[in-house]
């Protein structure tokens, strides 16, 4: 079994930045593929921010020029820096992680972008 935890959300003013982690532990053999999800309310939930094993990454269109995604593979954790917040990036944010064959998620953390 794989354990996810999330931090790093929280309440910001627009324009402002916010860093999330993801810190995998547990029964982890191989790591590939480390994502970041939102959901708004009322919204389907949508990738953010993908990087593969190998380091190559992939945005939403919405946060391009503005997130970046990185990971620690010693630390087994994913990172989403978030700079230039708007209001329209308010959701909840979860981690996903492929581990294998499996994919995990995290509990979700709330990032709110509101004056």
């Known amino acids: 079994q794989v354990q996810l935890v999330e931090s790093g959300g929280g309440l910001v003013q627009p324009g402002g930045s916010l860093r999330l982690s993801c810190a995998a532990s547990g029964n982890i053999f191989s790591i590939g593929a480390m994502s970041w999800y939102r959901q708004a309310p009322g919204k389907q939930r949508e990738l953010v921010a993908e990087?593969?094993?190998?380091?190559?990454?992939n945005y939403a269109d919405s946060v391009k020029g503005r997130f970046t995604i990185s990971r620690d593979n010693v630390k087994n954790t994913v990172y989403l820096q978030m700079n230039s917040l708007k209001p329209e990036d308010t959701a909840v944010y979860y981690c996903?992680?492929?581990?294998?064959?499996?994919?995990?998620w995290g509990q979700g953390t709330q990032v709110t972008v509101s004056s």
């Open positions: 990087i593969t094993g190998g380091g190559n990454t």
């Open positions: 996903n992680i492929q581990a294998g064959k499996y994919f995990y």
